[in-house]
């Protein structure tokens, strides 16, 4: 199969749909995440958009890192931890990609208007956000395959 070669800068335009407001401090984000409740602001403009998303109990937001620092080289130490093995950023969750979108699965609390309360968002205050999808059962996967070094830091996971 024939490719054709992608230029190396691409102007995209992306639509901020709104952003996340947060009381928690940027240190403390990352800590916090697993009962971090904050809001989404969605602006007026796409509020009708948000129509029927109070019938799922999550969703998936992706959010500009607006915040993000270049990365030094595309290697990188998961979590920024040295006794983990480098590994490509395209291989980690991390922020320094090339594009720094970032992703989170949330609980969707409640929805007030154009406002979305959520749970496990591990995102700044003031975070732009550039769109929200429904989570839903093709989106599950049960156990997937990752790296040895990530099974052994979930808890309750076996190495296999």
């Not at 958009?49 to 080289?73: N, Q």
């Not at 290697?75 to 090339?98: D, Y």
């Not at 769109?131 to 839903?136: E, F, G, L």
């Amino acid at each position: 199969m024939a490719t054709t070669p992608l230029p190396d800068a691409l102007s995209v335009n992306l639509a901020i749909i709104g952003w996340v407001e947060t009381a928690l401090p940027d240190a403390d984000i990352a800590r916090a995440r697993r009962e971090l409740v904050s809001r989404i602001v969605v602006a007026p403009r796409f509020a009708t958009a948000l129509t029927g998303i109070e019938a799922y109990s999550h969703i998936i937001v992706l959010f500009w890192l607006d915040r993000a620092r270049p990365s030094e080289g595309w290697l990188a130490h998961p979590r920024g931890n040295p006794e983990l093995p480098l590994t490509g950023v395209l291989a980690g969750r991390g922020a320094a990609h090339p594009n720094p979108v970032g992703l989170a699965v949330v609980d969707l609390i409640e929805r007030r208007g154009n406002t979305l309360e959520v749970r496990r968002l591990d995102a700044f205050n003031g975070t732009p956000v550039i769109d929200i999808k429904p989570y839903d059962h093709f989106d599950v996967y049960p156990d997937p395959r990752v790296p040895a070094w990530f099974r052994a830091r979930v808890p309750g996971r076996r190495e296999t």
